[in-house]
């Protein structure tokens, strides 16, 4: 865990939604192996990217964090998100909301397991707009991963 460092990139091809986040009760789960067997390249809002070794560290530090998106979410109902990682990597998937209270992004919802496929839903309620923002984060390990978005717009 001591991996993790504060460092982010966003990605230049940001994809923005509209959506709704929860002012009331809203619920988070990780998913079971059984969810998993669905590759997150079938979900409707894939992306790709590479956690690589940094040549020389001291002067150009690792990133083991990754923004693939950052959304706005116009409807209620369940967001489930996916990650499929490179084998023998740890990877973790986090679910993030804009608190206008705190000026900061908050952890709604994550998956947090051992290897490298993790898969989260979130359900948001209310109908207040927030901005939400999925983390990719590489606890250990380098190589390839797909990161994925399904929206209840999405059907």
Not at 2 to 10: D, H
Not at 52 to 60: E, G, I, L, Y
Request: hydrophobic share 40%.
């Amino acid at each position: 865990m001591n991996l993790r460092r504060k460092l982010s990139l966003l990605a230049s091809s940001a994809l923005l939604v509209p959506v709704a986040l929860a002012t009331g009760a809203a619920g988070a789960s990780a998913a079971g192996a059984s969810d998993a067997a669905e590759a997150c390249s079938s979900y409707p809002h894939p992306a790709t990217g590479n956690f690589r070794p940094s040549a020389n560290p001291v002067s150009t530090p690792e990133v083991r964090e990754f923004y693939p998106w950052n959304y706005l979410m116009p409807a209620e109902g369940v967001y489930e998100v996916c990650l499929d990682g490179a084998a023998g990597t740890n990877y973790d998937i986090e679910l993030l909301y804009w608190d206008s209270t705190v000026r900061d992004y908050v952890v709604v919802a994550a998956s947090r397991g051992a290897g490298s496929t993790e898969r989260l839903s979130y359900t948001a309620v209310g109908d207040n707009l927030a901005q939400f923002r999925v983390r990719v984060v590489a606890v250990e390990g380098y190589g390839a991963y797909t990161v994925a978005v399904r929206m209840p717009q999405d059907g």
